[in-house]
T-cell receptor, first 111, second 113 residues
């Protein structure tokens, strides 16, 4: 089976930095994804990691450690519009490309 | 506009009924995926089609079925609907062999009363 764990909720202050953690245990590993989802809307792709290390993309960075089954999403210079759910997803096998998602972390940014 | 089109956006129907959700993938994408998102649950993978063929199956109920047509649009059929089937149903598409993420449609919100 596939198991992906994330904290349910987090709160952070505008302008601050927040780290959202994700741990996974899956039958295989072909990449880890982070998506952002505003309430009632479609998820939008943020980042993809397949090798260990940090991937930086503007205010967002994502880190992966395959040996630990661990990833985090780092959001810097938080803005109010960053209030959303952040979904961690794993692709367990090459070829099929189906993703398994965690339940998501609901981030609330406060002034 | 993500390029993935889902219709209808909202659907309200009674228990026991049957509905069809439709998805048109982004131009050029051969893979279509269906996901269910209930209130307290994450996105649950239902089924994937690639160029008309079923490629992978997740926790899809026997009451649910899907297909992908020659023009690559896909339909998800939900029958004998129960209250617990109320959810957001998302379709996503991806390019051939891509492992760097899907593009999601805006979803169909199904309410079973």
């Amino acid at each position: 089976g596939q198991n992906i764990d994330q904290p349910t909720e987090m709160t952070a202050t505008e302008g601050a930095i927040v780290q959202i953690n994700c741990t996974y245990q899956t039958s295989g590993f072909n990449g880890l994804f982070w998506y952002q989802q505003h309430a009632g809307e479609a998820p939008t792709f943020l980042s993809y990691n397949v090798l260990d290390g940090l991937e930086e993309k503007g205010r967002f960075s994502s880190f992966l450690s395959r040996s630990k089954g661990y990833s985090y999403l780092l959001l810097k210079e938080l803005q109010m519009k960053d209030s959303a759910s952040y979904l961690c997803a794993v692709s367990p096998q090459a070829g099929a490309n189906n993703l398994f998602f965690g339940t998501g972390t609901r981030l609330t940014v406060i002034p | 506009d993500s390029g993935v089109t889902q219709t209808p956006k909202h659907l309200i129907t009674a228990t026991g009924q049957r509905v069809t959700l439709r998805c048109s993938p982004r131009s050029g994408d051969l893979s279509v995926y269906w996901y269910q998102q209930s209130l307290d649950q994450g996105l649950q993978f239902l089924i994937q089609y690639y160029n008309g063929e079923e490629r992978a199956k997740g926790n899809i109920l026997e009451r649910f079925s899907a297909q992908q047509f020659p023009d690559l649009h896909s339909e998800l059929n939900l029958s004998s609907l129960e209250l617990g089937d109320s959810a957001l149903y998302f379709c996503a598409s991806s390019a051939t062999g891509a492992t760097y993420g899907y593009t999601f449609g805006s979803g169909t919100r199904l309410t079973v009363v």
